[in-house]
Protein backbone atom coordinates (compact mmCIF):
# COMPACT_ATOMS: atom_id res chain seq x y z
CA UNK A 1 0.00 0.00 0.00
CA UNK A 2 1.43 3.21 -0.69
CA UNK A 3 -0.09 5.10 2.47
CA UNK A 4 -1.58 7.84 2.81
CA UNK A 5 -1.40 10.13 0.27
CA UNK A 6 -1.32 13.91 0.28
CA UNK A 7 -1.33 16.73 -1.91
CA UNK A 8 -0.16 18.96 -2.96
CA UNK A 9 3.35 18.66 -1.00
CA UNK A 10 3.18 22.57 -0.79
CA UNK A 11 0.78 25.29 -1.75
CA UNK A 12 1.43 29.38 -1.68
CA UNK A 13 -1.02 31.07 -2.35
CA UNK A 14 -2.42 34.74 -1.72
CA UNK A 15 -4.72 36.01 0.90
CA UNK A 16 -8.33 35.77 -0.01
CA UNK A 17 -7.77 32.88 -2.84
CA UNK A 18 -9.55 29.67 -2.24
CA UNK A 19 -7.12 26.47 -1.04
CA UNK A 20 -8.42 22.85 -1.70
CA UNK A 21 -6.35 20.33 0.08
CA UNK A 22 -6.25 16.50 -0.84
CA UNK A 23 -6.19 13.11 0.93
CA UNK A 24 -6.44 9.55 -0.29
CA UNK A 25 -6.86 7.12 2.86
CA UNK A 26 -5.29 4.06 3.20
CA UNK A 27 -7.39 1.22 1.21
CA UNK A 28 -10.24 -0.15 3.81
CA UNK A 29 -9.59 2.50 7.31
CA UNK A 30 -12.62 3.72 7.42
CA UNK A 31 -11.72 6.72 9.62
CA UNK A 32 -10.25 9.98 8.35
CA UNK A 33 -8.86 13.06 10.18
CA UNK A 34 -7.73 16.38 9.14
CA UNK A 35 -4.75 18.09 11.34
CA UNK A 36 -3.38 21.58 11.51
CA UNK A 37 0.68 21.46 12.87
CA UNK A 38 1.68 24.91 14.07
CA UNK A 39 4.94 25.96 16.63
CA UNK A 40 2.10 27.78 18.52
CA UNK A 41 -0.70 24.83 18.73
CA UNK A 42 0.86 21.73 17.83
CA UNK A 43 -1.26 19.01 16.36
CA UNK A 44 -5.14 20.40 16.38
CA UNK A 45 -7.71 18.17 14.99
CA UNK A 46 -9.82 19.87 12.45
CA UNK A 47 -12.47 17.37 11.83
CA UNK A 48 -12.69 13.44 11.22
CA UNK A 49 -15.18 11.26 9.67
CA UNK A 50 -16.21 7.44 10.25
CA UNK A 51 -17.55 5.88 6.85
CA UNK A 52 -17.39 8.75 5.28
CA UNK A 53 -19.50 10.66 7.28
CA UNK A 54 -18.25 13.73 9.29
CA UNK A 55 -18.67 12.63 13.56
CA UNK A 56 -17.01 15.71 14.98
CA UNK A 57 -15.77 19.31 13.07
CA UNK A 58 -15.76 21.44 16.59
CA UNK A 59 -11.69 21.84 15.83
CA UNK A 60 -12.65 23.71 12.26
CA UNK A 61 -11.68 27.30 13.63
CA UNK A 62 -13.82 29.19 11.25
CA UNK A 63 -16.66 28.70 9.08
CA UNK A 64 -14.15 29.95 6.09
CA UNK A 65 -12.73 25.94 6.35
CA UNK A 66 -15.02 23.29 5.15
CA UNK A 67 -14.32 19.32 4.71
CA UNK A 68 -16.19 16.92 3.06
CA UNK A 69 -15.34 13.33 2.57
CA UNK A 70 -17.58 11.94 -0.93
CA UNK A 71 -16.41 8.98 -0.74
CA UNK A 72 -13.82 5.81 1.04
CA UNK A 73 -10.71 6.97 -0.89
CA UNK A 74 -10.86 10.21 -1.07
CA UNK A 75 -10.97 13.79 1.25
CA UNK A 76 -10.98 17.72 0.99
CA UNK A 77 -10.26 20.29 3.07
CA UNK A 78 -11.01 23.90 1.97
CA UNK A 79 -10.47 27.20 3.10
CA UNK A 80 -11.96 30.31 1.31
CA UNK A 81 -10.82 32.73 1.63
CA UNK A 82 -7.28 31.58 2.74
CA UNK A 83 -5.73 34.63 5.59
CA UNK A 84 -2.02 34.30 6.74
CA UNK A 85 -2.53 33.52 10.22
CA UNK A 86 -3.94 29.77 7.93
CA UNK A 87 -0.34 29.24 7.18
CA UNK A 88 0.54 25.63 8.83
CA UNK A 89 1.44 22.04 7.85
CA UNK A 90 -2.35 20.13 7.33
CA UNK A 91 -1.95 16.52 7.91
CA UNK A 92 -4.47 13.84 6.63
CA UNK A 93 -4.44 10.61 8.75
CA UNK A 94 -6.39 7.51 8.75
CA UNK A 95 -7.19 4.66 10.60
CA UNK A 96 -9.71 1.40 10.96
CA UNK A 97 -11.94 2.05 13.60
CA UNK A 98 -12.05 0.11 16.69
CA UNK A 99 -9.29 1.06 18.39
CA UNK A 100 -5.95 2.08 17.33
CA UNK A 101 -3.14 4.12 15.98
CA UNK A 102 -3.14 6.14 12.58
CA UNK A 103 -1.28 6.11 9.75
CA UNK A 104 0.10 10.30 8.68
CA UNK A 105 0.05 11.35 5.22
CA UNK A 106 3.08 13.83 4.35
CA UNK A 107 1.48 16.46 4.84
CA UNK A 108 0.40 19.94 2.62
CA UNK A 109 2.50 22.80 3.71
CA UNK A 110 0.40 25.73 3.29
CA UNK A 111 1.80 29.43 3.06
CA UNK A 112 -0.57 31.98 2.95
CA UNK A 113 0.81 35.37 1.72
CA UNK B 1 -13.02 18.47 27.99
CA UNK B 2 -9.98 15.89 26.73
CA UNK B 3 -6.35 17.12 26.90
CA UNK B 4 -3.00 15.55 27.28
CA UNK B 5 -0.42 17.23 28.90
CA UNK B 6 3.25 16.52 28.15
CA UNK B 7 6.62 17.20 29.73
CA UNK B 8 9.61 18.55 29.31
CA UNK B 9 8.74 20.53 26.22
CA UNK B 10 12.39 20.45 25.35
CA UNK B 11 15.12 17.56 26.95
CA UNK B 12 18.91 17.30 25.88
CA UNK B 13 20.72 14.38 26.11
CA UNK B 14 24.18 12.98 25.44
CA UNK B 15 24.53 10.09 23.35
CA UNK B 16 24.20 6.97 25.31
CA UNK B 17 22.15 8.55 28.27
CA UNK B 18 19.08 7.89 28.85
CA UNK B 19 15.88 10.30 27.90
CA UNK B 20 12.07 10.10 30.05
CA UNK B 21 8.87 11.92 28.47
CA UNK B 22 5.88 12.12 30.30
CA UNK B 23 2.34 12.17 29.87
CA UNK B 24 -0.86 12.87 31.44
CA UNK B 25 -4.30 12.52 30.20
CA UNK B 26 -8.09 14.14 31.57
CA UNK B 27 -10.21 11.20 30.40
CA UNK B 28 -10.32 8.26 32.54
CA UNK B 29 -11.79 6.22 29.72
CA UNK B 30 -9.28 6.35 27.10
CA UNK B 31 -7.59 3.05 26.77
CA UNK B 32 -5.05 3.43 24.33
CA UNK B 33 -1.33 5.68 24.16
CA UNK B 34 0.62 5.69 20.90
CA UNK B 35 3.82 7.39 20.81
CA UNK B 36 4.75 9.06 17.54
CA UNK B 37 8.18 10.46 16.65
CA UNK B 38 8.40 13.17 13.84
CA UNK B 39 11.76 14.11 12.36
CA UNK B 40 12.09 17.90 10.97
CA UNK B 41 9.86 17.99 7.69
CA UNK B 42 9.02 14.67 7.95
CA UNK B 43 5.17 13.48 8.79
CA UNK B 44 4.51 11.70 12.64
CA UNK B 45 5.35 7.85 12.40
CA UNK B 46 4.06 5.60 15.10
CA UNK B 47 7.06 3.93 17.08
CA UNK B 48 5.57 2.16 20.44
CA UNK B 49 1.73 2.28 21.62
CA UNK B 50 -0.07 0.70 24.63
CA UNK B 51 -3.41 -0.25 25.74
CA UNK B 52 -5.02 -0.10 28.89
CA UNK B 53 -4.28 -3.87 30.26
CA UNK B 54 -0.91 -3.40 29.85
CA UNK B 55 1.42 -1.77 32.12
CA UNK B 56 4.50 -1.54 30.59
CA UNK B 57 5.64 -2.47 27.16
CA UNK B 58 9.25 -2.29 25.30
CA UNK B 59 10.35 -2.89 21.82
CA UNK B 60 14.39 -2.85 21.59
CA UNK B 61 15.52 1.14 23.15
CA UNK B 62 12.12 2.37 23.73
CA UNK B 63 9.67 1.22 26.15
CA UNK B 64 6.71 2.94 27.88
CA UNK B 65 4.90 2.56 31.01
CA UNK B 66 1.24 3.59 32.06
CA UNK B 67 -0.44 4.05 35.19
CA UNK B 68 -3.98 4.04 34.57
CA UNK B 69 -4.68 5.02 38.21
CA UNK B 70 -2.61 8.31 37.95
CA UNK B 71 -3.29 8.73 34.98
CA UNK B 72 0.11 8.97 33.08
CA UNK B 73 1.92 7.58 30.86
CA UNK B 74 6.02 7.98 30.15
CA UNK B 75 8.26 6.93 26.88
CA UNK B 76 11.82 5.74 27.98
CA UNK B 77 14.62 5.35 25.34
CA UNK B 78 17.49 3.98 26.60
CA UNK B 79 21.33 4.34 24.77
CA UNK B 80 19.93 7.29 22.81
CA UNK B 81 21.78 7.96 19.73
CA UNK B 82 21.71 10.69 17.67
CA UNK B 83 18.94 9.50 15.24
CA UNK B 84 16.97 9.94 17.93
CA UNK B 85 16.85 13.71 17.79
CA UNK B 86 13.13 14.38 16.50
CA UNK B 87 9.58 15.82 18.36
CA UNK B 88 8.21 13.21 20.19
CA UNK B 89 4.31 13.16 20.55
CA UNK B 90 2.22 10.97 23.05
CA UNK B 91 -1.33 10.72 22.46
CA UNK B 92 -4.47 9.57 23.97
CA UNK B 93 -7.39 7.95 22.57
CA UNK B 94 -10.86 7.66 24.32
CA UNK B 95 -13.35 4.68 23.84
CA UNK B 96 -15.51 6.47 21.78
CA UNK B 97 -15.14 3.66 18.48
CA UNK B 98 -13.98 6.60 16.09
CA UNK B 99 -10.28 6.17 17.21
CA UNK B 100 -9.72 9.95 17.96
CA UNK B 101 -6.55 11.07 19.22
CA UNK B 102 -5.31 13.68 21.66
CA UNK B 103 -1.98 14.64 21.13
CA UNK B 104 -0.06 16.35 23.83
CA UNK B 105 2.22 19.50 23.23
CA UNK B 106 5.47 17.65 21.95
CA UNK B 107 8.85 17.40 23.59
CA UNK B 108 12.21 18.04 21.54
CA UNK B 109 15.11 15.75 21.87
CA UNK B 110 18.08 16.79 20.87
CA UNK B 111 20.77 13.94 21.71
CA UNK B 112 24.49 15.32 21.38
CA UNK B 113 27.40 13.22 20.33
Known amino acids: DAGVIQSPRHEVTEMGQEVTLRCKPI?????LFWYRQTMMRGLELLIY????????DSGMPEDRFSAKMPNASFSTLKIQPSEPRDSAVYFCASSLSGGGGYTFGSGTRLTVV | GENVEQHPSTLSVQEGDSAVIKCTYSDSASNYFPWYKQELGKRPQLIID?????GEKKDQRIAVTLNKTAKHFSLHITETQPEDSAVYFC????????????FGAGTRLAVHP
Open chain 1, 49 to 56: FNNNVPID
Open chain 2, 50 to 54: IRSNV
Open chain 1, 27 to 31: SGHNS
Open chain 2, 91 to 102: AAQGASGYNKLI
